[in-house]
């Protein structure tokens, strides 16, 4: 009886599918394994490619699996001639090679790609379809409804965080180390389902030692050997989608963003809900009729079918600049600002009068801003930037507003110091946190308080210098501190051990650096 003739391509290799058929008896024959899929793999292997390691790995598994359950029915067999139709491998994918092959021989393709099935189906190839459509994957088995994220290492129990953002704790899951088999056949499982056509996974960044796949509401990202020592899947999921009016703004924030702000950065550390705010934001912009798009890396925002959202993995920066401006979009969320080349687009975007929101981590407001310093002119950041939310905790614990004026910076005296200063206020009390400008050629970021160190103002470290050489004789340097008082005076502060030989030795050298700087100066015990 002469058996039956089977050609695999290359997605039941990464998924497993064909190891999984072959021992449940649905493929018994001959294995046809064209070489170029071996050498493809092989390429991405050396080259450090997760998946080419995965596919050799698995091949293995498959000959090992035949000769120690003694399938004599079942054989793989290795062939290098090409199909007529094929010339030249290198012009063609490998699976077109497989497909080809299958057709001439008049074999059946073996696949578990939704696409590939489509195309065989067309070109008349009798093709056997052995995905594996699972309504529940293994990732989800660690998730209930108070899980924010899974955290599963090679080598390692699995871990996850329970509560809400602010509010978690690290719990373990199991007390059995996790195997590379194990967590292999988790990234199988969703590589297989993305794969199929009518899926909600797809693998949204595909890197040599990486992948992140986004499967429903749930961002996964797997890290392989050697980026690093082991298989690593973390697994988020957003627990509580919110409307803008359940962050309980201030009238004046709300007032901004729906009617002045167009150029919004959203900051703050990471899980402190920047994209659920984000994601908020967007659906009232939608709401008040305005043209909503996202520029997502991955695309794990859960937003209604009007709101575009685009790939920026799928499509260079200069063609998602293209499409957003062509489209016209009233605003635009650009979620995980990361590099030089999405700060650059933003600020391309935000000049070209599109409404933007961008999202980035920082540890703090200004942090948000200083990441725009050295990317565009400083004049140009008010344009560029006119509201800061800073998030922390799920809510949003301070807002900026930025402003561009002529001034003499504070900490300077001299009128001819006057200079293009950037102001950072807090939104909603008005008042003046940060300075932004340009001293000889850096740009200082100075923070304004009722009392402020000297060293922190560039113009003041003559001063300061001073009148340290001349205190130093009677008090340690690291006892003196010099501030700004509220009425403009440098207040000298000393323990108060050292008080009287200051007044009694030091007043008349003071007095001389009184008349020669022009500033008043007080000497005070230090608190």
């Not at 024959?29 to 092989?42: K, N, Y």
């Not at 699995?158 to 056949?185: C, D, F, H, M, T």
């Not at 003041?460 to 690291?478: F, G």
Request: hydrophobic share 40%; aromatic share 6%.
């Amino acid at each position: 009886m002469q058996s039956t003739v089977y050609v695999p391509d290359t997605s039941v290799f990464l998924d497993g599918s064909l190891k999984e058929a072959i021992l449940r008896g649905v493929i018994r024959g001959r294995i046809l394994v064209h070489t170029e899929i071996v050498r493809r793999f092989e390429s991405e292997a050396r080259a450090g490619g997760a998946l080419g390691w995965l596919g050799i790995r698995e091949l293995n598994y498959i000959v090992d699996s035949i000769n120690k359950l003694g399938l004599e029915e079942t054989r793989i067999e290795f062939v290098s001639t090409l199909p007529k139709s094929i010339p030249r491998p290198d012009l063609h994918s490998v699976d077109e090679i497989a497909r080809e092959l299958a057709r001439e021989l008049g074999a059946i393709l073996v696949t578990s790609d939704d696409m590939n099935l489509e195309i065989s189906r067309a070109m008349g190839i009798e093709t056997l379809f052995i995905g594996q459509h699972r309504d529940r994957l293994e990732i989800e088995r660690f998730f209930d409804n108070d899980t924010m994220s899974v955290h599963l290492k090679e080598g390692s129990i699995p871990y996850a965080k329970k509560g809400r953002p602010g509010n978690w704790q690290l719990v373990p899951l199991g007390n059995e180390p996790l195997s590379r088999e194990y967590l292999e056949k988790v990234v199988r499982e969703l590589i297989s389902a993305s794969l199929r056509a009518d899926s909600n996974t797809r693998v949204e960044i595909r890197r040599e030692n990486s992948l992140i796949i986004q499967h429903g509401e749930y961002r996964i990202i797997i890290a392989l050997p050697p980026v690093s020592d082991g298989i690593e899947i973390t697994a988020v999921r957003p627990l509580i989608k919110r409307r803008l009016e359940d962050y309980s703004l201030h009238p004046k924030v709300l007032d901004r963003l729906s009617k002045q702000a167009e150029g919004i950065l959203i900051a703050g550390p990471p899980g402190a809900g920047k994209t659920t705010f984000a994601q908020a934001l967007a659906e009232y912009y939608m709401n008040l009729g305005r043209i909503v798009k996202t520029v997502e890396s991955p695309r794990d925002m859960v937003l209604p079918n009007e709101i575009t959202q685009i790939s920026k993995t799928y499509a260079s920066s200069e063609e998602v600049h293209d499409l957003l401006l062509l489209s016209r979009p009233d605003f635009t969320i650009f979620d995980e600002m990361r590099d030089t080349a999405d700060f650059q687009l933003y600020i391309d975007l935000r000049l070209a009068g599109v409404g933007m929101v961008g999202v980035v981590h920082a540890t703090s407001p200004i942090d948000a801003i200083q990441r725009f310093i050295g990317r565009t002119e400083l004049g140009m950041l008010p344009s560029i930037i006119d509201t800061v939310l800073f998030m922390r905790d799920g809510e949003v614990q301070k807002v900026y507003s930025l402003e561009l004026t002529v001034k003499v910076p504070e900490g300077m005296s001299e009128e001819d110091l006057a200079r293009p200063v950037v102001i950072v206020k807090d939104f909603i009390n008005d008042v003046v946190e940060y300075e932004v400008y340009v001293f000889g050629e850096e740009i200082f970021v100075t923070p304004i308080g009722k009392s402020r160190r000297l060293e922190h103002a560039v113009s003041d470290k003559r001063l300061v210098s001073r009148i340290v050489r001349v205190l130093r004789k009677y008090v340690p340097p690291e006892e003196i501190s010099i501030v700004r008082g509220d009425d403009g005076s440098i207040v000298i502060q000393v323990p108060d051990a050292y008080i009287g030989v200051v007044i009694s030795k030091g007043l008349p050298k003071l007095e001389n650096i009184r008349r020669k700087f022009n500033v008043q100066l007080k000497v005070k015990p230090k608190e």
